[in-house]
């Protein structure tokens, strides 16, 4: 029997992206490719939720062009649910949204860092080993305190906060692991100077994408959503 993944899809790909590379959901099932999954995707960006956490054997949150702290009418069921997808123990990774919104939905600050944008590769510490490894990141946003009971597992000098474990089922990141080098660097280009600051984004383009842990932080979600592997 498979294991059923629901996705929480948070936003919506416009134009050139969504055509080339599909929507959010997709960039994470072609991560995973290799497990023999079955999704359920939830557009809760356009008010369709899950009924219960039991709906799906492990969820994934996507990413999102929106701010968890905008004014949008899905924005507190989605809180809601979160807070019953960490009580129920099911299997959850939150990404970059999804990170945020665990966090605000547990009570942590989200909002703009001041530091402003990480775009691009990015590298990070594993808090509990020292080990450093290089993800993909894309945002401003930034959890900006630890939410209570938590344990932040991933930290860089411009992310304090940037992997929060929950509970040995649910964990959340704020760099991109589903994203490939030629989304992100299309991502930049697309938004260079529109989203990010034109400087901002020629130096991220300028900087090798590899070697990287993309393939290997895959492995891990993948575990988590087995229930066989932690971070």
């Known amino acids: ?115 402003g944008w990480s775009v691009g590769l990015n590298e990070y510490e594993l808090t509990e080993t020292g080990e450093k490894v290089r993800l993909i990141a894309f945002h401003q946003d930034q959890v900006l305190e630890q939410p209570e009971d938590t344990d932040i597992f991933m930290s860089s000098d411009f992310c304090e906060i940037a992997g929060l474990r929950y509970s040995p089922t649910c964990y959340s990141v704020q760099p991109h692991p589903e994203h490939t080098i030629s989304f992100n660097t299309d991502l930049i280009k697309i938004r260079r100077g529109k989203v990010v600051p034109e400087d901002v984004a020629d130096s991220a383009l300028l900087k090798p994408y590899e070697p990287n842990d993309q393939a290997r932080f895959g492995e891990m979600m993948a575990g988590v959503l087995n229930g066989k592997l932690s971070p």
């Open 1 to 115: 029997m498979s294991t059923k993944i629901g996705i929480l899809q948070t936003g919506n790909l416009d134009g050139y992206l969504g055509e080339t590379y599909g929507q959010y959901p997709q960039l994470f099932i072609d991560l995973l490719a290799s497990e023999p999954f079955e999704y359920q995707i939830y557009e809760v960006v356009n008010g369709e939720f899950p009924k219960s956490p039991m709906d799906c054997d492990g969820w994934i949150i996507t990413g999102s062009k929106h701010g968890v702290y905008e004014d949008h009418d899905w924005i507190k069921p989605l809180e809601e649910f979160c807070r019953k997808l960490i009580k129920s123990k099911q299997p959850t990774v939150g990404i970059c949204f999804g990170h945020q919104i665990l966090a605000q939905a547990m009570g942590a600050k989200v909002g703009k860092f001041e530091g």
